[in-house]
């Protein structure tokens, strides 16, 4: 997910400014001793912010909001769905889930009940993929092609065939000339008149009714704003019904005259005409106005659509900008019908995404506010523009927003009203009013985080060691407990405090602080690994508050770090990768990438890295600068299917590969078709060809990264195939050639043939080895006696407490020794920070077993919210359903 709040500075700054001081000096015999720094110069590089104030919708039970969801999900009528699918979305978004946040966004698309619905969600959906760098070629893919592409507006809007032709069914008709002529100026345009007065009520009656020109064979319609060009080709359309070949200049004349004339098919006809004319934003900009005067709706949806296909550029362009802010909830009606909360939504996160202290930001968030009609819309609008506000630092107007946020029931609000106090020199206030906060509700860990705030130093500690504890995906307890650390020296501590976060976050101002505290160790090659793995997360990224590019920094650290030729690169990743180290391979490679070395392959690397380390959006920009520096056409075609595999497109990866292979066997095309044939299918005969997949693969020339990888996954097909022995062989290969992760097969082969205490063993030499070893001790557990498997899953749950497998087989535990209660809470701890399908599934089996049908029900429908799709979740929500009174 994109970073909403940067620090308030982003200019240049010179490094003089931050103060690194003298440890940056280029000779390093001038740079000073971790022991001899001075108190003032530690604290200025092991500063910790404050925790952002987050623009989301964070409510104090989101199993309670998405359970309500889908149950209004279940009973609403068609056009409410989309909204609802909208509301979802921003609960998932402020909890962090970025997969469940796209879904929630496709399915309002494919629930769109309107043409702006679709219009919305569409561009919606490519502007997260435009994220990716990758809506190029998923627009030209399948689903995604229809989700990307270009509405054809007219054929959505049903056709208006309203010519009234009264003509015939008016008695006096007989006694009226057949002809009429009106003039303009000098000249004088015959017309049909049962034609014209066919094509309005207005018209009849001046015709054909008591009205002076009904007795006139010549008519002026000179002070009418129709030129005799445009009074012919309304004449010609009476009667053919057609406006083919007319100038867009004259369509728009003959627009304003027949909305004038309430000529309803004549209007609608120039609309579906202007409308197919639009193709550029400039065309768009142009029409739009003229469209929301006279109510064209085709046409104001068509320059909808342009704008929004062009996001974010088009909120760049002025005219487009002023359109979309000057028009009044009557305009909005026209342009976009029911889904201005929709469409006000999306252009104010792109808005925040591009600045969250602009102007847009602020306009934009002003109308999603205005658009607000439920309470829960209030709750995100309110609080949203009541963040902006804090961050220009406009507080008077920040606090009435947080306050009316608040009032509707959006507690996490609180948070900026407390800060707002502290600015204020009201410290105590805040502190009550989050004291009330986590007296009066379930306490979660935010709260007391905020509360830390406004602690004294003892009491600040106990408030975060809570919000740890309650929530330990929170960064700043972690960041805050090492600064301190590190200011009193105690250096082992400081750096295994902020590594407990970076073991299962990878969160880029954890990285800054540790890269801040190796500077002041002066261990330069571990800066230098952690500043690398920062611009490989973002490159633009910029430190101390914003105020210096990280790159800048990678510079100066680069002149006191050995120089590393292409052959120590590649020692170093192979070191780090047998090691399980991900951080220190990504940094390898980074450094790899500045030689003149194949970059394509390299970059792959670099995304298999990111994937297993859970950073999807820089993995997915990382294949696709693998894809723009493959060497051939094939090797392009390779990245190709693995862009569309990873976004959910197997059918089109496994295509790509086939493709790829036609043209060149190579070791990664048929990697690629072994791995998505793999995942799509699990019957016996796809088991086989993944098999000769894979012996395919290895047959052709790669490295022994991938080769070991290669064998690893082999050894997992034959395990599923029950061939142990073939299994057994690849696993002790691949080990042999330094792929760590396989004693994880092997530990796996040993128990099926019943030997659990070699596979104990196995995983035990894989924890010895392994850097990032969660994973490990979670699978070791499996292979022991009660006692040391509860000791392996603590450990699991205190390097990753992300891992949801522990709290499940403790909660069952619990359950089996008959503490419901227990049990119950063991899952709740987890799921108030993460939201996962199996937690809810076996707390709502729970609540069955003790015949809490509210409470089942609840999580079922929470459940279903996250996969709605999952049969067993569906079962048992319908068995549930059935008890309820």
Same mark, same amino acid.
């Given at each position: ?606 995304? /298999? *890295?990111?994937?297993? &380390?859970? @950073? $999807?959006?820089?993995?997915? =920009?990382?294949? !696709? ?67 000769? /997949? *894979?012996?395919?693969? &290895?047959? @052709? $020339?790669?490295?022994?990264? =991938?080769?070991? !990888? ?176």
């Amino acid at each position: 997910m994109r970073t909403f709040f940067p620090s308030e500075s982003c200019k240049e700054t010179h490094l003089s400014a931050v103060n690194p001081q003298s440890w940056l000096q280029v000779e390093r015999g001038k740079v000073s001793k971790f022991a001899s720094e001075s108190p003032s110069s530690i604290e200025s590089l092991v500063k910790v912010p404050e925790p952002q104030i987050l623009p989301l919708f964070k409510p104090v039970d989101y199993v309670e909001v998405l359970a309500q969801i889908h149950e209004e999900l279940e009973s609403c009528p068609p056009e409410k769905r989309s909204n609802l699918y909208l509301l979802q979305y921003h609960v998932f978004k402020g909890l962090g889930e970025v997969k469940l946040m796209r879904r929630s966004l496709r399915s309002a698309w494919l629930k769109a009940s309107t043409v702006y619905e679709k219009l919305v969600f569409g561009a919606w959906l490519k502007y997260e993929k435009q994220g990716e760098i990758i809506s190029d070629l998923l627009s030209s893919c399948g689903e995604c092609a229809k989700e990307f592409g270009i509405i054809d507006i007219a054929s959505e809007f049903p056709t208006n065939d309203n010519l009234i032709s009264r003509g015939n069914n008016t008695s006096n008709e007989k006694h009226f000339s057949r002809i009429v002529s009106f003039i303009i100026g000098d000249e004088k345009i015959s017309c049909d008149r049962q034609k014209i007065a066919g094509l309005s009520v207005p018209f009849h009656a001046m015709l054909y009714g008591c009205f002076m020109e009904s007795f006139c064979e010549d008519i002026d319609l000179s002070e009418n704003s129709i030129s005799p060009s445009g009074m012919r080709v309304i004449s010609d359309f009476s009667t053919t019904g057609s406006l083919n070949g007319v100038h867009p200049n004259l369509l728009l004349e003959i627009l304003v005259f027949a909305n004038k004339f309430c000529c309803e098919s004549l209007k609608d006809a120039c609309d579906r005409k202007l409308a197919s004319l639009v193709s550029s934003r400039q065309d768009a900009a142009e029409l739009m106005e003229c469209a929301l005067e006279e109510n064209s709706r085709v046409l104001a949806a068509s320059c909808l659509q342009v704008f929004l296909h062009e996001l974010s550029d088009s909120l760049n362009d002025k005219k487009v900008v002023e359109l979309l802010r000057s028009a009044d909830r009557q305009k909005r009606s026209i342009m976009v019908g029911p889904a201005s909360f929709s469409l006000y939504s999306l252009l104010s996160e792109v808005a925040i995404n591009d600045d969250p202290c602009s102007d847009k930001a602020v306009l934009f968030s002003k109308l999603l506010v205005d658009c607000a009609e439920t309470s829960r819309q209030k709750m995100v609008a309110y609080h949203q523009l009541g963040c902006i506000r804090l961050l220009r630092k406009e507080y008077d107007e920040a606090e009435q927003l947080f306050e009316v946020a608040l009032n509707e029931g959006h507690v996490y609000s609180v948070v900026g009203l407390a800060r707002l106090s502290h600015i204020r020199g009201c410290k105590d206030w805040s502190y009550e009013k989050l004291s009330d906060v986590i007296s009066s509700y379930t306490p979660l860990g935010w709260m007391y985080q905020e509360r830390s705030l406004y602690c004294q130093d003892d009491k600040m500690g106990e408030d975060l060691d809570k919000a740890t504890e309650l929530d330990p995906t929170l960064t700043y307890p972690y960041m805050y407990r090492a600064a301190c650390l590190m200011r009193k020296h105690n250096v082992q501590d400081a750096l295994a405090e902020i590594n407990r976060i970076l073991g299962f976050k990878l969160a880029l101002e954890c990285l800054e602080l540790r890269f801040c505290f190796y500077l002041t160790l002066e261990e330069y090659q571990s800066a230098m690994c952690d500043v690398q793995v920062i611009l490989t997360l973002c490159p633009d990224y910029r430190m101390f508050d914003g105020r210096v590019a990280a790159s800048q920094f990678r510079t100066l650290v680069r002149e006191h770090v050995e120089n590393w030729t292409t052959a120590d690169c590649w020692l170093q990743l192979y070191d780090r990768w047998s090691l399980v180290d991900d951080i220190g391979s990504l940094s390898v490679i980074y450094q790899m990438l500045e030689s003149d070395a194949v970059k394509g392959v390299l970059y792959f690397r670099q995304s /298999l *890295l990111l994937l297993r &380390l859970n @950073c $999807p959006e820089a993995a997915m =920009r990382s294949l !696709q600068l693998a894809r723009q520096h493959a060497l051939s056409e094939h090797e392009r075609l390779v990245y190709e299917g693995w862009i569309l595999y990873d976004t959910g497109h197997c059918e089109e990866g496994l295509r790509k590969a086939e493709k790829s292979i036609s043209l060149q066997r190579s070791f990664e095309a048929f990697f690629l078709k072994a791995y998505a044939l793999a995942d799509s299918s699990l019957d016996q005969s796809s088991s086989s060809t993944v098999t000769l /997949l *894979l012996q395919e693969a &290895l047959k @052709c $020339p790669s490295d022994r990264l =991938r080769k070991g !990888q290669a064998l690893n996954n082999l050894g997992s097909v034959y395990v599923d195939c029950g061939n142990l022995d073939e299994a057994a062989d690849c696993y002790i290969n691949a080990l042999k050639i330094q792929h760590t992760r396989a004693h994880q097969g092997l530990a796996r082969v040993h128990f099926l043939r019943n030997d659990k205490n070699a596979a104990y063993a196995e995983m035990s030499k894989l924890i010895e080895k392994a850097r990032n070893n969660a994973s490990a001790y979670e699978k070791r557990s499996e292979y022991c006696e009660r006692e040391l498997t509860k000791a392996d899953l603590e450990k699991v749950t205190q390097l990753d407490p992300l891992r949801v497998y522990p709290y499940r087989y403790r909660a069952a535990v619990l359950m089996d020794n008959r503490k419901e209660d227990e049990a119950i809470a063991e899952l709740s701890r987890a799921i108030t920070f993460k939201a996962d399908l199996h937690l809810l599934h076996l707390r709502a089996a729970f609540h069955e077993h003790i015949g809490d049908v509210t409470g089942a029900l609840r999580d079922c429908r929470a459940a279903l919210s996250v996969d709605p799709d999952h049969q067993e979740m569906l079962e048992l929500h319908n068995r549930v359903n059935s008890q309820e009174p």
